[in-house]
């Protein structure tokens, strides 16, 4: 009876699931509003008037506030400091705030004429809004990633984990899919970003409803489990810098991601110019990575949760990395099946690893210092996440450029290819000295995350 009572609700299946599908769902609104621009730039070009050079712009503006005012590391801090309630609300009010004003500057309300530091104001006011949102979106991402953890942690945290990051990817999807059609139906190209606003809106009271969850998870934790629970002091970051584990995931997740994520940007242009697929149907074959991820990242999370061999499952995703990017650089098979087969590979490889390398920033890191912890990597792996596009972009104007006279591909992209490639190697060596680190440490990686 004793132990009735004194039970957690975290020990609660259906709570925890519960505070899971409403976390996950915030999550889902703002990966909806990160993607949503992408299918609008040929639309904004005819109706704005913006150019190629004012969407790179806005583009950017992501990862402004986050890479050089450090703003995710401080979030990371709040987090640690506040807690999981507080910072989440704020992260909601910041992804609003940004939203709000990215959709009264592309609907003209705002900086509709003039020029702010040389830039249309219209654009700069866009990439404002786009930059509040940025930081946003990224401190509800580590906020979420800590309220799993709390949840799940001794129990299916990778599994969590891998169905927080699916439900995201369909706001992706979403993005991809609905953007366009609702912006003609409207016949206005910022009524997406106002549905954006709307989504956000909800999700911002999703989380409201999940913070009464979490205090009631609170009053039922016993008192001894309270009292362990030390405050975060400003020397944990140096704690967290000085540990090597915490280096070598944040350097697989720079590579890994810097390796995905901006290849996406460019997976269309590689299939009209290397595998001549149409334009119009170009897209469809980079769509079944986001859409192969939805089912694996769970699968391979549940999979870490009960036979463990995170490490391995790490090396083994960077391996087939290699293999994919060498397979797209090589002149070889240039046709669309194979393109096909290749990306199918590429989404089993998306999916090991962060299914594996989420989970198992826990078992490096203490839980107290677990927001700043990953405030830190997502930080390394924003500094990739806004470089290597514009690497690649460069790369492909200086060097890659073909003779178009007989109306040939525009683009060789052998060498973007080789460099994506790279990262995968070096990612593999990362990967392995981790597991070399664990074995000496004893993080416990091989180790299933479910305690019997
Ligand atoms: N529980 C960890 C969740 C991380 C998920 C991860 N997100 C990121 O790495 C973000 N910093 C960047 C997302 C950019 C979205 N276009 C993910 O795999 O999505």
């Known amino acids: 009876m004793t132990e009735l009572i004194q039970r957690k609700l975290s020990d609660s299946k259906a709570a925890r699931w519960t505070a899971l599908a409403i976390v996950a769902f915030t999550m889902l609104c703002g990966y909806f509003l990160t993607d949503v621009m992408s299918p609008l730039k040929p639309m904004l070009e005819e109706e704005l008037a913006w150019t190629s050079t004012d969407f790179g712009i806005f583009t950017s503006a992501y990862g402004w506030f986050n890479v050089f005012f450090l703003m995710l590391i401080f979030g990371g801090m709040i987090l640690d400091k506040m807690g999981v309630r507080f910072t989440g609300m704020g992260a909601c009010c910041l992804m ?228 994919v990017h060498l397979l797209f650089a090589l002149p070889i098979l240039n046709e669309w099946w194979f393109a096909t087969l290749v990306m199918i590979v590429l989404g089993i490889a998306f999916s090991l690893v962060p299914s594996a390398m989420w989970p198992s920033v826990p078992k490096i890191i203490p839980e107290k210092q677990l927001g700043t912890a990953y405030a830190l990597i997502f930080w390394v792996q924003n500094w990739g996440l806004m470089g290597v596009p514009a690497l690649i972009g460069w790369v492909l104007d200086t060097y890659c450029k073909l003779d178009t006279t007989n109306g040939g591909p525009a683009y060789d992209y052998t060498l973007p290819m080789i460099i994506f490639c790279c990262f995968g190697i070096v990612a593999l060596f990362i990967a392995v000295m981790l597991k070399r680190e664990d074995k000496k440490k004893g993080y416990g990686l091989e180790l299933p995350n479910i305690k019997q």
């Open 96 to 323: 609003l705030i940004g939203c709000a004003i990215k959709y009264a500057a592309v609907a003209g309300y705002i900086g509709a004429e003039g020029t702010i530091f040389g830039w249309k104001s219209q654009v700069a006011l866009a990439s404002l809004g786009y930059a509040i949102f940025g930081v946003g979106v990224e401190i509800a991402g580590i906020t979420v990633s800590k309220v799993i953890v709390k949840w799940f942690k001794g129990k299916e945290l990778a599994l969590a984990m891998g169905l927080e990051m699916a439900t995201a990817r369909i706001g992706t999807m979403l993005a991809m899919a609905v953007t366009v059609p609702f912006a003609k139906y409207f016949q206005s190209v910022s009524a997406p970003v106002l549905l954006c606003l709307i989504m956000l809106c909800i999700g911002t009271i999703s989380y409201m409803v999940y913070i009464v969850m979490d205090r009631k998870l609170e009053a039922s934790m016993s008192a001894e489990e309270e009292e362990k629970e030390e405050p975060f002091r400003m020397s944990d970051v140096f704690l967290i810098i000085k540990n090597k584990g915490f280096w070598l995931i944040a350097l697989l997740c720079v590579l890994f991601y810097s390796a995905v994520f901006p290849f996406i940007k460019y997976a269309t242009d590689l299939m009209v110019n290397k595998y001549h697929v149409e334009q119009e149907l170009a897209g469809f074959i980079p769509s079944l990575l986001p859409l192969g991820t939805l089912f694996l990242t769970p699968f391979f999370g549940n999979l870490y949760d009960r036979k463990g061999k995170g490490a391995t499952i790490m090396i083994i995703g960077a391996v087939m990395l290699i293999g």
